[in-house]
């Protein structure tokens, strides 16, 4: 999920079951959300961010395709890539998007291979990227989480003790968080621009999902969390302590996307909910 405005909403997915698997894009034009046709639909999408209403890209494929396609504002437009995308991160023309081992970068053209950080033990697993510096977590063994700094094309390795990395967030250069989990604790990261720091988070059984951020005092995460009655909770950090907050239940959810909203003070949050052998999504916004 990815918000560029009060009145532009983008989300990403699948429907469909085995053999049957088929992209779903939804669009929030400011009051409901509607489906949006994907030519050559088979597979599923994985990624999607936006800079603004007119800039925004999304990976996906499966069936031994892969795709990235580009919203100028006015429609979609389908470029070649290679390799499957995991992740992908939108700073105006500066487009980056990790595979399973490599950071790659849009010139204008194409997407050409910028970085090599991955290998046989070590698979990425999410990227950010603003005014010219560039964050990717990966893990090492589903033990070892990594993250990388890069700036002018050079990448500075950090190896951690422990843990597994899902998502990462920029707000500055010397500000930036990174989540996940240790076990069936969350994991939370913060770049002060020298060292990590782990802080202490809530009492929270299981894994933080997603972060975002409207400032360096307005910081917000969201994901699965036993204890609570919908299975979801969101952490805030509002720059000297942290709260808690659940959602309405709104199903047993396993996995929570939140996103601010720019242009407002409201954030958005994603559930996929088990429903029966499948799932469906609930969809709140927090005013």
């Keep these: 999920m990815t918000a560029a405005g009060p009145e532009l909403a983008?989300?990403?997915g699948s429907t469909g079951w085995e053999d049957n698997v088929r992209m779903s894009l939804r669009a929030w034009d400011g009051s409901r959300w509607r489906a949006v046709p994907v030519e050559d639909a088979q597979g599923g999408l994985a990624s999607i961010d936006s800079d603004g209403p007119r800039n925004a890209w999304m990976l996906g494929g499966g069936y031994g395709k892969t795709?990235?396609?580009?919203?100028?504002?006015?429609?979609?437009?389908?470029?070649r890539l290679p390799g499957y995308g995991q992740d992908v991160a939108v700073d105006g023309r500066r487009v980056v998007v990790i595979s399973n081992t490599a950071v790659l970068t849009w010139n204008g053209t194409a997407f050409v291979t910028e970085k090599v950080l991955g290998g046989e033990e070590t698979r990425l697993a999410a990227v950010d990227s603003s005014a010219g510096h560039t964050w990717v977590t990966g893990n090492r063994d589903e033990e070892q989480p990594v993250i990388w700094h890069g700036h002018n094309g050079r990448y500075q390795e950090t190896a951690l003790p422990e843990g597994y990395?899902?998502?990462?967030?920029?707000?500055?250069?010397?500000?930036?968080?990174?989540?996940g989990s240790i076990g069936e604790r969350p994991l939370v990261l913060h770049w002060n621009g020298r060292s990590w720091e782990r802080p202490t988070v809530p009492p929270w059984k299981s894994?933080?999902?997603?972060?975002?951020?409207?400032?360096?005092?307005d910081v917000w995460f969201a994901g699965k969390d036993h204890d609570a009655p919908g299975g979801v909770s969101?952490?805030?950090?509002?720059?000297r302590s942290w709260t808690k907050e659940v959602p309405p239940p709104g199903g047993e959810g396993h996995h929570a996307l939140i996103e601010r909203i720019p242009g407002t003070s409201q954030l958005w949050l994603m559930v996929n909910v088990a429903n029966g052998d499948s799932e469906s999504i609930v969809t709140f916004r927090r005013k």
């Design 207 to 217: 894994a933080l999902q997603s972060v975002t951020a409207f400032g360096p005092d």
């Design 67 to 79: 795709l990235a396609q580009h919203w100028d504002g006015h429609a979609w437009r389908r470029h």
């Design 165 to 179: 990395l899902t998502a990462i967030l920029q707000i500055s250069p010397d500000d930036v968080w990174a989540v």
């Design 10 to 12: 983008w989300a990403i």
């Design 234 to 239: 969101v952490l805030h950090w509002d720059g």
